[in-house]
């Protein structure tokens, strides 16, 4: 991607990894959607669903690979879910940048510090016990309680994923800087800058069955998802490598272009 997009403070120190991930892409209820936004964010509308849909990401996947550009020697590898509200906005804050952003309102991973040093960026990182295999599945760190599973299948060969059916009208949601929120209540901005035009991809059919209500209204239950193609939203699995900005308060963020 380049530098395509908002402008983020200069700063000498960031993130660097590999995410290899099964994306399941689907449009769900907004009212319930807004929901899981802080009070100061609000959905935008994104385009690729009706007026009262909004689209939501979830990912199942493994960060590999993960240093900062200062000291690669020091490497981590971990798996990480994670839930992703794109296209949404501050509410007439006046900042330079107001949106689209993202925000994501649960992660799950399996390392403590990548935790930690999520919630230095406002990430809701919480620790659990995941397991990638031939079922994807999330449990509670403490007491092993199923969160949430997923099976894929890929279809085909990996191929370049901005050759892959429908990726263009979806291609937004992953050139989108991130919000999140701090426990004790600022909010803080970042860039995940996935490389596209290095990323591989198939498409994948998938199925997700949420075992505990781990978002306020997400209902318990089993939810198919359809390939990604032409005209409508869906699965596919994609291997990007991304830099990670360090983080900042969003006045400081400025419209680019």
Excluded: C
């Amino acid at each position: 991607m380049g530098e395509r997009g908002p402008i983020f403070p200069a700063f000498p120190i960031h993130g660097v990894g590999r995410y290899d991930a099964s994306m399941m892409v689907g449009a769900w209820e907004r009212a319930l959607v807004a929901s899981w936004l802080p009070e100061r964010l609000e959905l935008m509308d994104s385009g690729l669903t009706g007026g009262e849909e909004h689209p939501v990401v979830f990912a199942f996947g493994t960060q590999e690979a993960v240093h900062s550009n200062i000291a690669p020697p020091l490497t981590m590898s971990y798996e990480e879910f994670i839930v992703v509200i794109p296209f949404v906005r501050f509410k007439g804050d006046g900042y330079d940048y107001e949106g689209p952003y993202s925000f994501m309102p649960r992660l799950y991973l399996d390392e403590l510090l990548p935790t930690l040093l999520g919630w230095l960026y406002g990430y809701d990182k919480q620790l659990a016990r995941v397991r990638d295999g031939e079922v994807y599945r999330v449990h509670t760190a403490t007491l092993d309680r199923p969160i949430i599973q997923g099976k894929f299948r890929a279809n085909g060969s990996p191929e370049p994923v901005e050759s892959l059916p429908g990726f263009d009208a979806i291609r937004a949601i992953f050139e989108q800087p991130l919000v999140g929120q701090w426990a004790l209540g600022p909010y803080v901005s970042s860039f995940l800058r996935f490389d596209l035009s290095d990323a591989t991809g198939q498409v994948a059919s998938g199925e997700v069955d949420v075992r505990q209500e781990f978002l306020d209204g997400l209902s318990v239950g089993r939810r198919g998802y359809d390939p990604l193609s032409a005209g409508a939203l869906g699965g596919f699995r994609m291997s990007v490598p991304w830099t990670l900005t360090a983080p900042a308060w969003p006045s400081r963020v400025k419209a680019g272009g």
